[in-house]
């Protein structure tokens, strides 16, 4: 009898990449998904520690399925790698599963139950083949759009972060290998791909292959390849020719995420990032000059250890004079191991969540000031699915990322549309098509 396999994903597009590396796996290895948890044998939690919210979310999902008997709670990713055995002896897990080792998922549980191994949590280069090799895999998914990662794990230890602890040192993927598998990607039908790294400007930096750009600009020459985004980009490492690469080709999509984290030098260098606002307000500059017509979005932390009134206020003078598409916006969440973690905290709990609502709310008018400047304006939209309120629509993003609802039915999804935008609503485009 068949067994079936459910599996949550939390966190970042990493995770999502690797659930998507996980169900290959164990479709390889005989298992066949299942529509709901409930129906499944056993119930993979890909999980995030980022936050202490993200761990917390997953526990709380892990201690009610757990509830229900028979089944094989595997829980693998980030968290997995944070907690161990520590899931393994509270009765939460019966098997865990960090990143190096989450391709290879199918054969773990074989692994568990004949010999009954519980905990796969290595950090050794020598169980990360199976990730090298996973990107050799031909694989039979027609999806338009696919992720890519081209880098593992993270060097920068930022004073905040337990990314570097949980999924380990730098390591990038070959640039050949990377081209050949987005030619494999292309010739299943992938349109729009993304390339995945917690820094992507530093890739080659540990293996000496070529240079960030140009493994973008190699990419870009991919027959059939449409739409290229690419995640996440470091101020620090962030170079010019990467956006002479995008100005120089067409189907490199004009939207770049940049994390600022803060608008104060003593903040960004008590969190370790190693730049100033003012370099990232000459990155800004250049990206004006070189692109034009760009979106740029952020990610920014509020309530770090030592964030003064001042300081925070340098981060919203930041926001206003940037003027950021989009921002990601955090509260400060100490995470244990990290260089922060010995720091203490300055201000409330409930300071802390007054200036992450008041950034909120500047940020807010800002988005809808971007969107509205889209208007009459004729874009190219990639349509992802149908519309959440109407048959007759369907949604997607421009090319550069805004989200855009337009007439349209079943058949143009995956397909790119020509369009006029007509209005903005809440955060969303309204378009009309054109020939
Ligand atoms: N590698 C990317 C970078 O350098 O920005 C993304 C890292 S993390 C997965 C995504 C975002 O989470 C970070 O940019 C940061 O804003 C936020 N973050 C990370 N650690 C955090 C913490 N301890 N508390 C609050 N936010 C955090
Ligand atoms: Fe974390 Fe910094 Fe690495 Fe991003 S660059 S993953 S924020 S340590
Ligand atoms: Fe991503 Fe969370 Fe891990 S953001 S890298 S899943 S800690």
Redo the contacts with the bound molecule.
């Keep these: 009898m068949s067994k079936h396999y459910y599996i949550e994903t939390f966190g970042c597009q990493m995770n999502k990449n690797d659930s998507e590396l996980m169900e290959e796996n164990l479709q390889r290895y005989g298992y066949v998904p299942a529509q709901a948890e409930k129906d499944a044998d056993i119930v993979i939690f890909n999980t995030c520690s980022v936050r202490n919210h993200a761990e917390n979310r997953a526990l709380a999902r892990i201690r009610q399925v757990k509830k229900r008997t028979g089944k094989i709670i595997a829980v693998a990713g980030c968290m997995a790698q944070r907690l161990g055995e520590r899931l393994i002896a509270q009765g939460l897990a019966d098997m865990v599963i960090g990143p190096y080792q989450s391709p290879i998922v199918g054969e773990l549980i074989e692994i568990y139950i004949s010999s009954g191994k519980r905990a796969f949590l290595s950090q050794n280069l020598r169980d990360f083949h199976h990730r090298l090799q996973n990107l050799l895999v031909q694989r039979n998914n027609a999806s338009w759009h696919r992720w890519v990662t081209i880098t593992h794990g993270?060097e920068?230890?930022?004073a905040y972060?337990v990314?570097?602890y949980v999924r380990g040192r730098l390591i990038s993927f070959s640039s050949r290998t990377i081209v050949e598998y987005v030619r494999t990607l292309a010739a299943q039908g992938a349109k729009e791909i993304t390339l995945l790294g917690?820094?992507v400007n530093q890739f080659g930096h540990d293996s000496g292959d070529i240079p960030f750009h140009s493994l973008l600009e190699n990419v870009a020459k991919v027959p059939g390849i449409q739409k290229i985004n690419f995640l996440?980009s470091?101020p620090k490492d962030f170079r010019r020719e990467t956006l002479e690469v995008i100005r120089d080709n067409p189907n490199i999509s004009r939207a770049i995420h940049l994390?600022l984290q803060s608008g104060s030098n003593d903040i960004l260098r008590a969190m370790n990032r190693q730049y100033t606002i003012e370099h990232y307000y000459r990155l800004i500059e250049e990206m004006e000059h070189i692109l034009g017509d760009y979106a740029i979005s952020t990610d920014l932390i509020v309530g770090f250890p030592g964030e003064s009134r001042a300081d925070f206020e340098k981060t919203i003078e930041a926001v206003r004079r940037i003027c950021f598409d989009d921002a990601f916006t955090y509260a400060y969440s100490p995470r244990e191991g990290t260089a922060a973690y010995a720091m203490a905290e300055t201000i409330s709990k409930e300071e802390k969540s007054a200036r992450l609502n008041e950034l909120i709310a500047v940020q807010r008018e800002i988005s809808r000031m971007k969107l509205q400047k889209r208007i009459n304006r004729n874009e190219n939209a990639l349509v992802e699915a149908m519309s959440k309120k109407s048959q007759k629509e369907v949604m997607g993003k421009t090319f550069l990322n805004h989200p855009v609802v337009l007439p349209g039915g079943r058949d143009d999804i995956g397909q790119f549309v020509r369009v006029k935008i007509l209005k903005v609503v809440g955060n969303t485009l309204y378009a009309e098509r054109i020939a």
């Design positions: 993270c920068n230890f930022c972060c990314v570097p917690q820094n996440t470091h994390p």
